[in-house]
């Protein structure tokens, strides 16, 4: 194995903070990864990580041998990327999290796209949108909407955003009529989502006089799944609020009807997290660069609907 390989598998290893971890990440099998490890301390004469059956540690000598490690990988990376110039390369495994929802509505729609034109990479996507542990999970990205927190370690390029539609079936309409205001709501059946993130039911949120005005929701009946709570809204359940990619489709067809069009919602981003580095992968970059063009080509089918209320 060669000098460079090993110091990718020993930079794996640091930032997994596992041998475990870095074989996922990489692909390789676990043993693959000792192997590289004894090699370069062997090569070096000096031990860079101590393992116990609960913890690794890197030893000064081996933190010192990361730093050098990051600089030298840096500048290979940074020779590739100005010669290549383009993603048009892009070769790997990714792995991508995101919510069930967004996956089904965008991503997997447009999938043999994707393949057509990075022929070269392999998708692992799993679906959720839990925290996760990048590094130490081996996920390259994740998506995620709303805000995303500060952090020293990792990145969020924001490579969309949609708004939040209130909307019902035509048959809870009939039975219930439709709210003129936003006082309205509290004689109406409302239907909650309960997120995982948190474990509590989101408020609606609106813009009323330029300004944040959130509605607490005292709801019928509470959901902690996006496909369930949609399903509720084309049931006639109650009143719904989802994202405006979601409710397009059903709002063309005529199953759902958007109510409140006068008040605005806040805009969400949509973010791709991927780990703080100097270089992103091609891999990374190729899906950051394709999901933007995708949602923004969406994004005006999305809002059609809506304008013509």
Known sequence: MDRIRMMQIFSRVVEAQSFAGAA????????????AIQSLESA?????V?????ALHVTPNGSLY????????????SIASALS??????QGTLRIDMPASFARAIVLPAMQDFQLNYPDISLVLTLGDRPIDLIAEGVDCVVRAGVPASSAVLVARRVGSFAWVTCAAPTYL???????????????????FQTGRTGRATDWHFIVDGADHAVSVNASLTVNDTDAYVTCGLEGLGLVRIADYLASPHLASGCLINVLPQYASPVV???VIYPQDRHLPHTVRAFVEWIAVRLHTLQSVALAPLQRE
């Open 85 to 90: 110039g383009s993603t048009v390369n892009a």
């Open 24 to 35: 996922k990440a990489l692909s390789e099998p676990r043993s693959t990864v000792s192997r």
């Open 66 to 77: 990361y730093d050098h490690c990051q600089l030298v990988l840096g500048e290979i990376d």
């Open 174 to 192: 009939a039975r219930h009529g439709v709210p003129g205001a936003l006082s309205d709501l509290d004689r109406h059946r409302l239907v909650a």
């Open 44 to 48: 070096l004469g000096a031990t860079l």
């Open 269 to 271: 981003p949509l973010s």
């Open 50 to 54: 101590q393992r116990t059956t609960r």
